[in-house]
C-alpha cells in the first residue's frame, strides 16, 4: 500500500527549472546528487533535462521514505528556498528559539541554511513521526 504523498510534483518541478543548482533534489530528500548538481550546474545540464523525466520516481520514493503530519514538506521547502536566512521555515516547524537564532543572525551566518538544505526532510520526518 503506498504512503500518502509527502512532497509534491508540482513543486518538484517548479524547483527543477533551477535545477542546475540541485534545488528539486533536495527537495526529494537527495542531498548528495543535490550538491553534485549545484557544484556541476546540473552535471552540464545533461543530468538536468534527464531529471525532467525522473521527478515523478523521486516524489513517489520520498513517499515512501518520509511520514506524512502536521508539519507540510512543500511549506517548509518553499519557506527555506525563499526565507531561510531569516529562520521562518524553522518557525513553521515550531523550533521557536532556533527560527529566532535563524533571525538575528542569517542563519547563523548561512552555514545553518546550508545545514537545513541538506537536513530539512528528516527534521520533518522526525518531527512528523511524533506525531
Known sequence: MDRPQTHSKLIGYLLWIFGFTGAHRFYFGRPISGAIWFFTLGLCGIGWLIDLFLIPG???????RYATGPIDYS???????????LGIHRLYMGKIWTGLLWMISGGLFLLGYLYDYCTLNGQIDELNSRG
Request: charged fraction near 20%; aromatic fraction near 12%; hydrophobic fraction near 55%.
Open 58 to 64: 523521486m516524489e513517489r520514493d520520498a513517499a515512501r
Open 75 to 85: 511549506v517548509a521547502w518553499l519557506l527555506q528556498t525563499f526565507l531561510g536566512p
